[in-house]
């Protein structure tokens, strides 16, 4: 069965760094998406992307975060200078459409620990 | 704005009872309804949806779940719980209006007592 991947699975980075979290939807998906879970907190949406370009944002993705499809199978999000309070897991997600209750696919997540 | 309230944080059930999950939606419009099931290290897994028609909806791994609107309710039910059940589960409602996005409830975890 086809799976979103993510990589890495836990990244370790000083505050100020950058880093790049890297995705691999599902193959015929067009929708990609990625949330992000504060230890303890809900599993909050960060953006939507489609067509190279994106969708919907949320506050939280402010002018430090970015999104990119470099490639016809990568999806990334990166994070420009890293601050304590993005630590969090990171998920990836895609779908075939955005169809009225589409499902979305989801990835197994990247742990990001800034220290 | 939607949200999704879950207010069980965390449930013990012995195997083979049932159980059920309350969720609660807030919603402008016809809400598109998600169960998504997460064990530890895996992503999430979807377990049923609901966007129209019947509103008992039937899932993977024998689960369920009843839509009701005048309650604003989503609730998921088990009848016989196994030990493989262990994990937590997300309520989440879409909206399609803007770019698709899931809003989660902050998920209730289920311990299976042997």
């Known amino acids: 069965e086809p799976e979103v991947t993510q990589t890495p699975s836990h990244q370790v980075t000083q505050m100020g760094q950058e880093v790049i979290l890297r995705c691999v939807p599902i193959?015929?998906?067009?929708?990609f998406y990625w949330y992000r879970q504060i230890l303890g907190q809900k599993v909050e949406f960060l953006v939507s992307f489609y067509n190279n370009e994106i969708s919907e944002k949320s506050e939280i993705f402010d002018d430090q975060f970015s999104v990119e499809r470099p490639d016809g199978s990568n999806f990334t999000l990166k994070i420009r200078s890293t601050k304590l309070e993005d630590s969090a897991m990171y998920f990836c997600?895609?779908?075939?459409?955005?169809?009225?209750?589409?499902?979305?696919?989801f990835g197994p997540g990247t742990r990001l620990t800034v220290l | 704005a939607q949200s999704v309230t879950q207010p069980d944080i965390h449930i013990t059930v012995s195997e083979g009872a049932s159980l059920e999950l309350r969720c609660n939606y807030s919603?402008?419009?016809?809400?598109?309804l998600f169960w998504y099931v997460q064990s530890p290290g895996q992503g999430l897994q979807l377990l049923l949806k609901y966007f129209s028609g019947d509103t008992l909806v039937q899932g993977i791994k024998g689960f369920e779940a009843e839509f009701k609107r005048s309650q604003s309710s989503f609730n998921l039910r088990k009848p016989s719980v196994h030990w493989s059940d262990a994990a937590e589960y997300f309520c989440a409602v879409g909206n399609k209006a803007a770019g698709n996005k899931l809003t989660f409830g902050g998920g209730t975890r289920v311990l299976v007592k042997p």
């Open positions: 997600a895609s779908s075939e459409t955005t169809s009225g209750g589409d499902e979305q696919f």
């Open positions: 193959s015929n998906h067009l929708y």
């Open positions: 919603y402008g419009a016809t809400p598109y």
